[in-house]
Nanobody, 125 residues
Framework: QVQVVESGGGLVQPGGSLTLSCTVSGSRGSINDMGWYRQAPGKERELVAAINRGHSTNYADSVKGRFTISRDNAKDAVYLQMNSLKVQDTAVYYC???????????????????WGEGTLVTVSP
């Protein structure tokens, strides 16, 4: 059973920093894209940042220059360094991972997406 677990959320003042971590366990396949999403109260879930296995990254415009996503393939982990936090960054942050599982010797595969349960980040004076 694949488990995706986030950690590192908390309360921070505007201008402060936090680092979120996400670890994946139980995977029998190759972890491809990993990403962080967030959902603020009353809003839809949105992409914050994503990173592929080759470490190419993609960021939402609202966090460019402030957030940095990274991953450790050996540890099946992804991180989000958040600097210069703003009140509007307050949200539940979710980790999303895409896993490819090869099912036979011909190379047929299935892709699965897994989400963590989220970690709350509150930015408040």
């Amino acid at each position: 059973q694949v488990q995706v677990v986030e950690s590192g959320g908390g309360l921070v003042q505007p201008g402060g920093s936090l680092t979120l971590s996400c670890t994946v366990s139980g995977s029998r396949g190759s972890i491809n894209d990993m990403g962080w999403y967030r959902q603020a109260p009353g809003k839809e879930r949105e992409l914050v940042a994503a990173i592929n296995r080759g470490h190419s990254t993609n960021y939402a415009d609202s966090v460019k220059g402030r957030f940095t996503i990274s991953r450790d393939n050996a540890k099946d982990a992804v991180y989000l360094q958040m600097n210069s936090l703003k009140v509007q960054d307050t949200a539940v942050y979710y980790c999303k991972v895409d896993i490819r599982i090869v099912v036979n010797v011909e190379g047929a595969y299935i892709d699965r997406t897994y989400w963590g349960e989220g970690t709350l980040v509150t930015v408040s004076p």
